[in-house]
Nanobody, 115 residues
Framework: QVQLVESGGGLVQPGGSLRLSCAAS????????MAWYRQAPGKERELVAS???????NYPDSVKGRFTISRAGTRNTVYLQMNSLKPEDTAVYYC?????????WGQGTQVTVSS
């Protein structure tokens, strides 16, 4: 079973930065495609960034140039560096792992961008 634990959320002012971390079960991390999603109140969950096993990345236009996803195999961790944050980035951020045809989700971490 894959377990994911997110951390790093919090309150930040517009224009600020945060780095989210997602620690994954060690036995499957290297074989998993990983992604970050977010869900704001009253909205559907949306993709924020994804990274393949081979470290290929993908971003929607809304965060391209501001967010960076990376993975550290030695730590079984995937990161989301978020810069130039905007109030519309406020949401619960979720980590996802795709392994063996199944998607696994973390519990989420709150990010609030407000002055």
């Amino acid at each position: 079973q894959v377990q994911l634990v997110e951390s790093g959320g919090g309150l930040v002012q517009p224009g600020g930065s945060l780095r989210l971390s997602c620690a994954a079960s060690g036995t499957v991390f290297s074989s998993s495609n990983m992604a970050w999603y977010r869900q704001a109140p009253g909205k559907e969950r949306e993709l924020v960034a994804s990274i393949t096993r081979g470290a290929g990345t993908n971003y929607p236009d809304s965060v391209k140039g501001r967010f960076t996803i990376s993975r550290a195999g030695t730590r079984n961790t995937v990161y989301l560096q978020m810069n130039s944050l905007k109030p519309e980035d406020t949401a619960v951020y979720y980590c996802k792992a795709d392994f063996g045809g199944t998607s696994y989700w973390g519990q989420g971490t709150q990010v609030t961008v407000s002055s």
